[in-house]
């Protein structure tokens, strides 16, 4: 069973820019969820999307948004870039369940790179 | 605020010595736990996890954790390390309200000498 993919596996990109990443969840999976992974900062939670609506985010500014497809893939696209953007992201996909239940399986990344 | 905190930043340790992680989480109600782990190279992988029941669980590759619920702790644990388990290893939680999102600690860094 393939796992969660993400591309690309690297970005460069020049501030105030746009950048777009995209993700593929694990086949069935329904939910799909974005982390950033910035140096000294840990892991941070961005974005929780499911059957295409947004049912939460984390504590980061409107130009980060995303959108996810009929098909489960999801996008994330971050506006007007900064440097502190320079980040691992990552994808997650889970099975929806009600509650809180549902572990999430991370894809490899995308590493994001604002010069 | 929710948080989680890994006390040990960095571990070194010889081959078959026994291993112990500490994990702690600040959360006022019912919480799912995790560890994750993060080999060279490789993306997060799902080690182990609890969600109720009996609080001594097991994992993949002889890794099991402890819930504590009265030291609010979820301890990771491995009688004898491999150098293969060499990795990052990250404890996480989420809490019962549906949020979908994940608090990891800032993770520790296990390096096993052969």
């Known amino acids: ?115 | 605020a929710q948080s989680v905190s890994q006390h040990n930043h960095h571990v070194i340790l010889s081959e078959a010595a026994s291993l112990e992680l500490g994990c702690n989480y600040s959360y006022g109600g019912t919480v799912n736990l995790f560890w994750y782990v993060q080999y060279p190279g490789q993306h997060l992988q799902l080690l182990l996890k609890y969600f109720s029941g009996d609080p001594l669980v097991k994992g993949i590759k002889g890794f099991e954790a402890e819930f504590i619920k009265s030291k609010f702790s979820f301890n990771l644990r491995k009688p004898s390390v491999q150098w293969s388990d060499t990795a990052e290893y990250f404890c996480a939680v989420k809490g019962s309200s549906n949020t979908g999102k994940l608090i990891f600690g800032q993770g520790t860094t296990l390096q096993v000498k052969p």
Do not use: M
């Open chain 1, 1 to 115: 069973e393939a796992g969660v993919t993400q591309s690309p596996t690297h970005l460069i990109k020049t501030r105030g820019q746009q950048a777009t990443l995209r993700c593929s969840p694990i086949s069935g999976h329904t939910s799909v969820y974005w982390y950033q992974q910035a140096l000294g900062l840990g892991l941070q939670f961005l974005l929780w999307y499911d059957e295409g609506e947004e049912r939460n985010r984390g504590n980061f500014p409107p130009r980060f948004s995303g959108r996810q497809f009929p098909n489960y893939s999801s996008e994330l696209n971050v506006n007007a870039l900064e440097l502190e953007d320079s980040a691992l992201y990552l994808c997650a996909s889970s099975l929806y369940t009600s509650g809180s239940g549902g572990e999430q399986y991370f894809g490899p990344g995308t590493r994001l790179t604002v010069t």
